[in-house]
């Protein structure tokens, strides 16, 4: 039985409203259940009848039912294991174990990209000049400078040039004699470059004047120049070869000849050749040099000639190791003075060994010679000697030395040495009392043998181009075996020099000289026959100098000179004092 539903609508104001009765929503649902249990009711029936018909059918003989498949079941033969077991030792021996560390490089993640290398490019040439010329003056003892060089410009086949020098002094010193002097210097110069050689040649001319002023003039007076007037003068030319040859199988050489002739006022003059050799090639690994002088000069006086010839041989080894090095050789003399002829042998030994790094370098070394006196040579020590000197030469036995050299940084070096030697006929000047109508103002050479020990030493700087810095000196000890002093020989030199380079815009440059005491053979009496002498002591001196340049531009540039800055009235040779406080100002400049 159905239940019956009630439905209520509304509607009025705004919208409408419905209503159902929660009675008949339940009936609604039981009535859907029973129709659902109704058919599968149903279905049931008709299942069970299906069978029974099928049993009936079959009389219920056969109930076995046929799936057709394709599957096919087996078994598998079964594995037998024969062996005997083994027990193993998982712990394995390992022989001849070897431990080192396998580097492998590490390499980024990123790649870099190569750089191109910088070219480097030549420095630009400096500008060559074809002259230059200085040109001075100083107004307190009236002295003229010039010089001059004029030259050629950069070439490889060739390089010339010449030089000239003008410098002179016109006044007299308080008490003395004339003391002007003359200096005039003159060259002429080439290079002829090849493959493997340099050709040079040069020609050298000089003439001195200078006067024998050592004398009172409140004694002697005596107003004309000519009567204290000397004068040298030199004509020298040179001829030179050098090969360069790099491979050390070939022998290098160097071959110098040189011819001069040397005049003065009184006829004196003197002419010399000399031929020097060096040859150089390698031994295995050692360098041999092979040197050769012949020396012959010819000297005419007013009242001699003298004539010497000098031949030496000089072979020696130069070895090298990674902080060592040695030359060791013989040196083979003959000396032919005026017919006597001389054998000597000298030993010839230099080595140096390096302790650190060019720090402390120590050196040793034996060396020996024949020392020539010449009219040149003995004239360009002391100008105013006699003309009619006596000549001899000095035999140096031998000269032992020992020192220690270094750089105590990239700046400053330093070199300290003790020598001793041993010379036969050592020279010394004295003044020349002999003639007696003479004003005793000239000098003559006399000898003795004589053993001299030797102290120097030097110190080095330089910072950059800025500042150089020079000190050395020099103690000697001199013992003459006759003579009772080692005249005019000094028993200690100490020099100073200093240059300062502001922006290579302002130049100062300083030195200082200072030399020891010395000793004179001076007069004390005399009469009709006999001169007497004495030694006398000579104080030692100093003399500074400072300059001072300022370049304007690259053409331009300007100079002051202070000389003897002390104003020291000083004596280096005896009778002959110095000039006191000077200066001269100049300039400098490029004309093409």
Known sequence: MLNSVKIEKKTGGWGNTSSITSSSVTENAALDKRKRMLR??????????????????????????????EFQPTIKDAIKFADVPEIRDTVK????????????????????????????????????????????????????????????????????????????????LKNTGYSGFVDNEAEIFGKKFYKKHTLSGEF????????YYGFDTTINHITDKNYTKQYYQLFEPVVRLQSHYTD??????????????????YNSSENNIKLITELSTYINKEHLHVKVLADYYNHKQQKDTINDFIFSLNPYFEANGKKWHADLGLNATVD????????????????????YENIIVPYIGASGGLIKNS????????????????????????????????????????????????????????????DLTQLDNKYKVIYD??????????????????????????????????????????????????????????????DVFVIGNQWALTKVGENSEFVFTESKLLNNLIDANLGAEYRYSKMLSFFLKFNNIANMRYERWEKYPTQRFNFMIGLSFIPF
Do not use: C
């Open 40 to 69: 599968w009711l149903f279905v049931i029936v008709l299942l069970f009848g299906y069978i029974v018909a099928t049993m009936a059918q079959t009389g219920m003989n056969d109930i076995n039912f046929q799936a057709e498949s």
């Open 93 to 172: 021996r390992i022989n001849n174990t070897t431990y080192g560390i396998a580097s492998n490089p590490l390499f980024p993640k990123y790649e870099v990209a190569p750089i191109k290398p910088a070219k480097m490019q030549n420095e630009p040439l400096s500008k060559l000049y074809r002259s230059l010329i200085k040109v001075g003056y100083g107004p307190i003892y009236n002295m003229p400078y010039g010089e001059l060089w004029v030259n050629s410009l950069r070439s490889r086949e060739e390089a010339y040039g010449a030089h000239y020098k003008h410098f002179s002094s016109m006044s007299h």
């Open 204 to 211: 050298n001319y000089k003439r001195n004047r200078v006067h």
């Open 248 to 265: 050390s199988n070939k022998i290098n050489h160097d071959i110098r000849l040189a011819y001069y002739n040397l005049g003065d006022f």
């Open 336 to 355: 032919a003075f005026n017919g006597n002829t001389k054998f000597y042998f000298y030993p010839q030994l230099n080595a140096h060994y390096d302790v």
């Open 375 to 434: 009219f040149r040579s003995l004239s360009n020590e002391n100008p105013f000697i006699n003309p009619n000197v006596h000549y001899a030469n000095t035999h140096n036995k031998y000269n032992v030395f020992g020192g220690l050299r270094g750089n105590l940084s990239s700046s400053t070096s330093y070199d300290a040495k003790v020598s001793y030697g041993q010379y036969d006929s050592l020279h010394f000047f004295v003044v020349d009392y002999s």
């Open 449 to 510: 043998n004589t053993s001299l020990l030797n102290v120097s030493g030097q110190v080095k700087y330089q910072y950059k181009e800025k500042i150089h810095f020079i000190a050395k000196g020099n103690y000697y000890l001199y013992s003459p075996k006759n003579l009772e002093r080692a005249f005019h020989k000094p028993d200690f030199d100490i020099t100073l020099s200093a240059i300062y380079n502001l922006k290579s815009k302002i130049i100062i440059k300083g």
